[in-house]
């Protein structure tokens, strides 16, 4: 009887970056297939696993599992959520881990960096939405917020609105925006940029498609500055008054289910009995399987709110795996050269 190892692939987030899973045309489409694949039976898609540390800043970790029926993947996001990190440490407020195994003998085949791929999915989330529900012709996208979703964000509506031209961008700190700016204009070069200097108000008066991604957790984007014809991805907690869903055509939900009873503007307002079930018009794969019309006119402004649906996540992360894996990316890691009572130096070891 031969040894029976098990190794598991290591990719961090250069690994995937080099190996050309940085793409969000794929993880827009991966998406897509993903809502569709989860509606017809493919996917389990259980709860997941909430640890909140502070209730004030919402710092938590999350686990959030799936299962690709068809591909036979199960896999988990363990993502950390701390909104202070950039201000009290100059890090990152999100980062991820994914987990992937195969389900014939269940064995673990991945662990591999998941930031990268949970703010794509974001993003790609948010770009399906826009290629629905965003005028074809939008020129100007406005941002409150200047992280790593809105970066991540920018990219993905350019990929599905091509015709984007001029971004602004309003932040906290104006040495955010300038950050923004900084890094942005190097990837999309065409691109004009207006830093906002804190203006909240400048970035998204005239917008077509506006983008509130921010660790606030108050109502910065008011009412009054929405114009017709906008889409609006509101991607953080509590960033916009009450006033806003109520003033939209209509209101999107990746998932309204999972959305309605966390921490976003429309869960408060679900809570606070302002908003009901009848109000959302619908989630995100009624639109994909064209059992509901998106945009119908020009005038519509258009509420669009994701939660994350952890399946896609999994999704996205197995399409990088069969990207990198195979090549000369990452690090094979043995977890286990033989079973624990076969090893020859067990007893040298062991203690009872
Ligand atoms: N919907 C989803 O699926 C999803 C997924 C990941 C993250 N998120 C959320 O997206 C949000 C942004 O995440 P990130 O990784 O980009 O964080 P980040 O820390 O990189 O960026 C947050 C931005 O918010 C800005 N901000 C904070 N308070 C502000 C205020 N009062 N006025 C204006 N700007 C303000 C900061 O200056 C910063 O530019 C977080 O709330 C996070 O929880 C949502």
Not at 55 to 81: D, H
Not at 214 to 240: C, M, N, R
Not at 284 to 299: I, Q, S
Request: glycine fraction near 6%; charged fraction near 25%; proline fraction near 3%.
């Amino acid at each position: 009887m031969g040894r029976k190892s098990i190794y598991i692939d290591f990719f961090s987030q250069e690994d995937l970056i080099k190996a050309g899973c940085f793409n969000l045309k794929m993880a827009v489409s991966v998406t897509k297939k993903a809502l569709v694949d989860n509606q017809q039976g493919k996917v389990l898609f259980p709860d997941k696993i909430v640890q909140i540390f502070d209730k004030e800043t919402q710092s938590r970790i999350n686990c959030l599992p799936a299962t690709l029926l068809n591909e036979k993947i199960c896999g988990m996001k363990w993502v950390s959520v701390f909104p202070q990190n950039p201000v009290k440490f100059g890090k990152q407020n999100l980062t991820a881990v994914i987990l992937l195994s195969e389900i014939e003998t269940g064995f673990p085949i991945a662990v591999m960096d998941g930031t990268l791929c949970s703010n794509m999915r974001v993003g790609a989330v948010g770009a399906v939405a826009a290629e629905y529900l965003a005028k074809e012709d939008s020129e100007t996208i406005g941002f409150i917020g200047a992280g790593e979703q809105a970066r991540m964000h920018l990219l993905a509506m350019k990929s599905v609105r091509p015709a984007l031209k001029i971004c602004k961008v309003a932040s906290k700190f104006e040495a955010e925006e300038e950050k923004f700016i900084y890094d942005m204009s190097k990837v999309i070069p065409d691109m004009e940029f207006k830093k906002c200097s804190t203006n909240l108000a400048d970035a998204i008066i005239d917008s077509d498609i506006i983008v509130t991604a921010t660790s606030a957790q108050a109502p910065l984007l008011k009412a009054e500055w929405i114009k017709e014809g906008v889409f609006y991805s509101h991607i953080g907690g509590w960033e916009d008054e009450y006033a806003v869903a109520k003033k939209a055509s209509k209101i999107v939900c990746d998932e309204w289910n999972a959305v309605k009873h966390r921490t976003q503007t429309l869960s408060r307002m679900y809570r606070d009995k302002e908003l009901s079930d009848t109000d959302i018009y619908a989630d995100l794969h009624e639109l994909v399987m064209n059992k509901k019309p998106g945009r119908e006119n020009d005038k519509e402004f258009i509420y669009f709110n994701a939660v994350g649906l952890s399946y896609i996540d999994i999704s996205i992360a197995y399409e990088m795996y069969k990207t990198v894996s195979g090549k000369s990316y990452g690090v094979k890691l043995q977890m286990q050269d033989d079973m624990i009572f076969n090893k020859d130096d067990l007893l040298k070891h062991i203690k009872i």
